[in-house]
């Protein structure tokens, strides 16, 4: 049975996501889609305000993945356009993606470069759907920022468990976390808006207060589930997944760069992010 925390939580996550998408006024806004609990409370927010969204979702050449499989059904049942996203799966594309990344959008950390490089190929099929379409002034919403409202990362369980708003708080404020930094300037290049919902002051004010159980028990991300119960009866959702983890193939794809000795000079890293850390030395230099 809810407690009055979580009532109160869902209730102003469902008030807070269709305001968000009201104030876009775009009656046919672009909503990223995956299996997870995030983007589907948008796409339902969406649904909720009056819209016909336009669902779009990624996975790599070669790679049919959990979450690419799970837009498909989705989309399906709610009828809704469905956009493929491929992601090439060529070394010599990624090399030339991730140097754009260092040096024109500044990324730094790990989680900067691949959950961003996605994004670079979904906001510029937006921009050539919309110019095919003739949808003006196109808008995306994605779902960054709610798994720091839910403590969603290995980190953010074990060492902020007993002060949840504590890492909420230091979360938001962090221009590394959420892409917060890159999303925006990326779908400027494309000619784009990009919306997080999940990442507004009201969207934070629902959760302060609330304890990591509060807000993943019984069931993980339960007032978000709690805030769109009826649509969620009709789906299948996955719990939280780093979208470049899993199936996906994307985090193997970036370890090639380990085997590149102009990437990994002498290939002294084992791992990827030294190679990040290099790249994000160099570019900080040039600036």
Avoid at 128 to 148: M, S, W
């Amino acid at each position: 049975m809810a407690n009055k925390r979580q009532e109160r939580c869902a209730s102003m996550i469902r008030e807070s996501l269709i305001a968000e998408i009201k104030k876009a006024r775009s009656k046919q806004p672009y909503v990223f889609l995956s299996g997870g609990v995030d983007s589907n409370c948008i796409l339902f927010a969406a649904l909720e305000a009056g819209c016909r969204p336009i669902t779009l979702s990624f996975h790599m050449e070669g790679i049919n993945s959990r979450d690419f499989r799970a837009a498909q059904t989705i989309a399906k049942e709610f009828d809704l356009e469905l956009i493929e996203v491929v992601l090439p799966n060529s070394y010599e594309k990624l090399k030339s993606d991730v140097l754009l990344m260092a040096e024109r959008y500044k990324c730094v950390q790990k989680n900067e470069f691949e959950c961003s490089w996605p994004m670079l190929y979904s906001f510029f099929r937006v921009r050539n759907h919309a110019r095919e379409n003739g949808i003006k002034n196109p808008v995306t919403f994605t779902g960054q920022g709610a798994d720091l409202m839910y403590l969603s990362s290995k980190k953010a369980s074990i060492h902020y468990k007993d002060r949840p708003d504590v890492w909420r708080k230091e979360g938001r404020a962090n221009p590394h976390r959420t892409q917060g930094r890159i999303l925006p300037k990326m779908a400027q290049d494309a000619g784009i808006r990009n919306i997080k919902p999940w990442d507004s002051e009201e969207i934070l004010q629902a959760f302060l207060g609330t304890s990591w159980e509060d807000v993943n028990k019984p069931r993980q991300k339960e007032p978000s589930r709690m805030a769109f119960e009826d649509y969620f009866k009709r789906i299948r959702v996955f719990n939280h997944q780093n979208f470049q983890l899993g199936d996906t193939g994307i985090a193997e794809h970036f370890e090639k760069l380990l085997e590149d000795s102009e990437m990994n000079p002498g290939l002294k890293y084992k791992s990827v992010v030294g190679v990040y850390g290099e790249l994000a030395r160099a570019y900080q230099d040039k600036s």
